[in-house]
């Protein structure tokens, strides 16, 4: 489905097959030069055939295109490689460079990292075989031009503005449609469901940094922010104190689970409230267990960042305590 959000600005919904997620939201803003394509979506066949005919609808090819990718998840960047050609610029931002294709070094060392967390290895193992980042990110390296917040994009007759919010990744980056206080926010924010903050490598105290990019979204005052699934957010302000209000409650939940005594991620993990359908914690999916321990890491992370939980490692577990006053 396309539609025209903004004179010359197009939004295209882009199917992920067998994803809860439903859709991409890909967006599309014109120019004489070099339109910007904002977002794609998986690297797997369905997806390819669909954008292209998406494109054509908007009188488009890949050949004419630029790309802008929000962030490294392979729902928004793994389809723009595979689009991409001779003379193609894709916008990335630096922080998750790294990550756009992981060695497989590294899912292996994040299978050793949720094992001291408290999940089996042969689990966190199995269920980063059946990641969909892992499965439909880019199949090969590209030469990204990187972009820094404040880095001003001018397309059409727009300024478009970076704008740094890192939290659901290390680098995510959206994009302000200059006085038209209009947010293309990839998956900073979302309307009816929240973006998942998990534990990085590669970033401090995930939730922290995603609390104080909330804050900085808070200040431009939008009239409307693009999200990168489902629908747009008319009141940017109060879906920031929404997503602030299940993130605090998240945090207590974390704080009750330790009331009774030491416990780790894993543990923990089970005894607070998701939106997932099931009746034991053990029926769960292997995938959707790894994601929900990384959560509970987030917030413990931030736990500890404010001097509420301390943590130690322990015959090669992680373990958390309430800190003493
Ligand atoms: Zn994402």
């Not at 890909?26 to 977002?39: C, T």
């Not at 330790?258 to 995938?287: C, M, N, S």
Request: one cysteine or more; proline letters at 6%.
């Amino acid at each position: 489905m396309v539609k025209e959000i903004l004179p010359g600005i197009f939004q295209m919904q882009v199917p992920l097959p067998k994803s809860p997620l439903k859709a991409t939201n890909s967006y599309v803003i014109l120019d004489h030069s070099r339109p910007l394509v904002i977002d794609t979506a998986f690297n797997r066949p369905e997806c390819h055939e669909t954008f292209l005919l998406l494109l054509k609808e908007i009188g488009l090819t890949p050949e004419a295109v630029d790309f802008f990718i929000t962030h490294l998840h392979a729902d928004h960047l793994g389809l723009a490689v595979a689009l991409a050609r001779d003379g193609t610029t894709i916008y990335f931002n630096e922080p998750d460079l790294p990550l756009a294709r992981p060695a497989k070094s590294y899912w292996e060392r994040m299978g050793r990292i949720y094992e001291q967390h408290g999940l089996p290895l042969q689990d966190s193992l199995e269920a980063i075989t059946r990641h969909p980042g892992r499965i439909y990110g880019p199949q090969m390296d590209f030469p990204y031009t990187i972009v820094r917040d404040g880095d001003v994009l001018h397309r059409g007759p727009y300024s478009l503005r970076c704008v740094q919010t890192p939290g659901h990744t290390p680098g995510h980056m959206c994009l302000l449609v200059e006085g038209h206080d209009v947010l293309f926010c990839g998956d900073h924010m979302l309307g009816d469901i929240t973006p998942n903050i998990t534990m990085w490598v590669e970033m401090a105290d995930p939730l922290g940094r995603y609390l104080e990019s909330l804050d900085k979204v808070m200040r431009l005052r939008l009239r409307r922010v693009l999200t990168g699934h489902r629908s747009a957010i008319e009141d940017s302000e109060g879906r920031i104190r929404e997503l602030k209000a299940h993130h605090e409650h998240r945090l207590q939940e974390v704080i009750a689970a330790l009331q009774d005594g030491e416990k780790d991620a894993a543990t923990i993990t089970p005894l607070i409230t998701w939106d997932l359908r099931y009746d034991f914690w053990e029926d769960v999916h292997p995938v959707q267990k790894l994601f929900a321990t990384g959560e509970t890491i987030a917030h413990i992370q931030h736990l500890e960042a404010t001097g509420i939980v301390q943590s130690t490692l322990r015959d090669g577990r992680i373990l958390h305590n309430l800190a003493e006053d």
